[in-house]
C-alpha cells in the first residue's frame, strides 16, 4: 500500500465553545465538566443589572404609552370633546349663515351682516376640521408610541433572558473555562460542549500531500492508548485551508470501527491509503535496521523497498518468501 502519514488527535463530532452574548459577572455555573447535557439546557447564570433596570424602565414607558392611548384621560378624549363642541359651533353658525344668505337674496338685511355670518361659518367649519386632523395625528403618534414602547419591552426581556447561556445540542461538557465571580466578556468561551457518543478524527496533513488525498479514501488508525491494535476509519471531509502556523492542512475521517471507550484529545498517528498492491512481499517495519537492511542467516542483506503503512513495508529485491529474517 502506498499511503500518506499523519498525526492524529481524537475529537468530539459537533464540538463548539460557548459564548455568552452579553458581558457579566458568572453568578453560577450549573453543570460540571463530564455532565450529559441535553439541547437548550442552562448551563452558565451571570449576572448584569444594568438589563434588569432596562427592563423595568420599558415596563415603565409601555405602562405610560398603553394608559396614553386607551386610558380615560387621554389626550384623544381631550380632543373628542372639542371636537364636539366645535361641531355645535359649526352646526349653529351654519345655520345663522344659510338663514342669512336667504334674507340677503330677499334683498333683507345688510351686507355686512351676511358677511359676518359668511366668516363665521367658515372659521367653524376650518376649526372643525383641524380638531379632527388634529385627532387622526394624535391617534397615529400615540399609536406609533405603543408600538415602539411593546417592541423595546420584548427586547428587554431578551436581553434578560440572555444572561442565562443554553447549550446548542445535545452532548456532554468537555470543559468549563470559568468559575463563579469571575468577569467574563462575549469574546471569551465559557465552555466546551460536543457529542458524547460520536467522535471525528483529526488528521494534519502536510501541504506536498494534501493534492493525493480524496474524500472515502481508507485511513488505518494507531493510537497511543491502543498501542497494540489499528482501526479502520474513511475520510470524510478535507478542509481548503492551509494553517499558516504549522503549514498543514486539516483531515477528518469518521470510524468504521471504533474503540470501545474514546476521550476528546487522544492522539496518535494515521496512513491514509492512496494506493493498493496485491500479492507483495512484506515484512514488519520492526525488522528493519539502518541503512534499509534486514537480519537473515547470511548477515544483514540490502533490500528494496516500496509502499509502507504503520506497521508493514514491501520488499521489492533483497530476499523472498522463504528467507528467514530475525528481529535484532
Keep these: 500500500m502506498e499511503c500518506v502519514y499523519s498525526s492524529v488527535t481524537i475529537q468530539p463530532d459537533s464540538v463548539y465553545n460557548v459564548h455568552s452574548t452579553v458581558s457579566g459577572i458568572i453568578e453560577n455555573v450549573l453543570v460540571k465538566e463530564g ?3 441535553a439541547r437548550n439546557q442552562d448551563i452558565i ?3 448584569n443589572n444594568t438589563p434588569k433596570l432596562n427592563l423595568k424602565n420599558s415596563e415603565l414607558s409601555l405602562q405610560l404609552a398603553h394608559e396614553n392611548y386607551f386610558g380615560k384621560a387621554t389626550i384623544l378624549n381631550t380632543i373628542k370633546d372639542e371636537i364636539a363642541s366645535a361641531y355645535l359651533n359649526y352646526k349653529n353658525d351654519s345655520i345663522n349663515f344659510f338663514r342669512q344668505k336667504n334674507l340677503w337674496q330677499q334683498k333683507i338685511g345688510s351686507n355686512a351682516e351676511y358677511d359676518a355670518r359668511k366668516l363665521k361659518y367658515e372659521l367653524s367649519k376650518n376649526n372643525l376640521y383641524l380638531l379632527k386632523n388634529k385627532y387622526t395625528q394624535t391617534e397615529n403618534q400615540l399609536k406609533t408610541a405603543l408600538k415602539q414602547a411593546e ?6 426581556q431578551i436581553n434578560t433572558k440572555d444572561f ?3 447549550s446548542k445540542i445535545k452532548g456532554k461538557v468537555y470543559a468549563i473555562y470559568k468559575e463563579p465571580g469571575e468577569l467574563i466578556s462575549i469574546q471569551e468561551p465559557l465552555a466546551l460542549i460536543g457529542s458524547s ?3 471525528l478524527i483529526e488528521m494534519l496533513v502536510d501541504e506536498v500531500d494534501i493534492v493525493r488525498i480524496r474524500e472515502n479514501m481508507d485511513v488505518i488508525i494507531k493510537l497511543d492508548a491502543y498501542k497494540e491494535q489499528t482501526f479502520s476509519a474513511k475520510v470524510s471531509k478535507i478542509y481548503p485551508q492551509k494553517d499558516e502556523r504549522n503549514q498543514t492542512f486539516k483531515v477528518e475521517a469518521t470510524f468504521i470501527n471504533a474503540p470501545e471507550v474514546l476521550y476528546a484529545g487522544l492522539s496518535g498517528e494515521a496512513n491514509i491509503i492512496i494506493k493498493k498492491k496485491e500479492n507483495v512481499l512484506t515484512i514488519p517495519k520492526s525488522y528493519l535496521t539502518e541503512g534499509n537492511q534486514v537480519l537473515t542467516k547470511n548477515g544483514l542483506v540490502t533490500v528494496k523497498l516500496g509502499l509502507e503503512n504503520i506497521e508493514f513495508i514491501e520488499v521489492i529485491s533483497g530476499i523472498d518468501e ?7
Excluded at 417592541?151 to 428587554?156: A, F, I, L, P, T
Excluded at 522463504?322 to 535484532?328: A, F, G, L, R, S
Design 164 to 166: 442565562t447561556v443554553k
Design 35 to 37: 455532565t450529559q447535557v
Design 45 to 47: 447564570q451571570i449576572i
Design 151 to 156: 417592541n423595546s419591552y420584548r427586547v428587554s
Design 197 to 199: 457518543n460520536r467522535f
Design 322 to 328: 522463504n528467507t528467514y529474517i530475525y528481529k535484532e
